[in-house]
């Protein structure tokens, strides 16, 4: 069994900086592809960034230039670090583990973000 523990979240004000961190128990971190995910009061959960185990990024367009993602595979933690951050981007944010070819898909309890004008 897979969990993932995010932590990190808070109240910021705009053009502030928060980062995210998600803590992956069990052997299979090094081959997932972890993700951050999002999702606003009323909206549907949106892809916020992903990252392979071999470390390539991916991003969404309103979060490209302010948001990097990162893992760390000798601490089984991938990191959301968000700069310039907007009122747009209040949310809760879920991490996601994704194990290649198993379809098997797993996630967070989620951390709020809460970014004032």
């Known amino acids: 069994q897979v969990q993932l523990v995010e932590s990190g979240g808070g109240l910021v004000q705009a053009g502030g900086s928060l980062r995210l961190s998600c803590a992956v128990s069990?052997?299979?971190?090094?081959?997932?592809?972890m993700g951050w995910y999002r999702q606003a009061p009323g909206k549907q959960r949106e892809l916020v960034a992903t990252?392979?185990?071999?470390?390539?990024?991916n991003f969404a367009d309103s979060v490209k230039g302010r948001f990097t993602i990162s893992r760390d595979n000798a601490k089984n933690t991938v990191y959301l670090q968000m700069n310039n951050l907007k009122p747009e981007d209040t949310a809760v944010y879920y991490c996601?583990?994704?194990?290649?070819?198993?379809?098997?898909?797993?996630w967070g309890q989620g951390t709020q973000v809460t970014v004032s004008s």
């Open positions: 069990g052997s299979t971190f090094a081959i997932a592809l």
């Open positions: 990252i392979s185990s071999s470390g390539t990024t």
């Open positions: 996601n583990a994704e194990i290649p070819h198993t379809g098997w898909d797993f």
